[in-house]
């Protein structure tokens, strides 16, 4: 099992940037692939990236892409997401969560944190 706390998120205007960070404890971090997922107010929660257990691959929405950049060191059990250019419609609260390697890594997930809310004010 893996216990999942982030932390990083706040208040940040339209253009900054903000690092989420999740600590991971447990057993075996190294093994699950990683991933980070929003849910804004009103929406269903949403996939937002992910990274391997290798941390060799990385995947991205396409909303995100080319400004959000996932990250983890397994040594520290504990992985990133450094979000760049944040625009008002990021706001959200964001979950860490770790996917078993044989799952699909961009829906199939077994352990949340709790989340941490970023709010982008325009």
């Known amino acids: 099992q893996v216990q999942l706390v982030e932390s990083g998120g706040g208040l940040v205007p339209a253009g900054g940037s903000l690092r989420l960070s999740c600590a991971a404890s447990?057993?075996?971090?190294?093994?699950?692939?990683m991933g980070w997922f929003r849910q804004a107010p009103g929406k269903e929660r949403a996939f937002v990236a992910a990274?391997?257990?290798?941390?060799?691959?990385?995947y991205y929405a396409e909303s995100v892409k080319d400004r959000f950049t996932i990250s983890r060191d397994n040594a520290k059990n504990a992985v990133y997401l450094q979000m760049n250019s944040l625009k008002p419609e990021d706001t959200a609260v964001y979950y860490c969560?770790?996917?078993?390697?044989?799952?699909?890594?961009?829906?199939?997930?077994?352990?949340w944190g709790q989340g941490t809310q970023v709010t982008v004010s325009s």
């Open positions: 990274i391997t257990w290798s941390g060799s691959n990385t």
């Open positions: 447990g057993r075996a971090f190294s093994t699950y692939n």
């Open positions: 969560a770790a996917c078993l390697p044989d799952r699909n890594i961009l829906y199939e997930y077994e352990y």
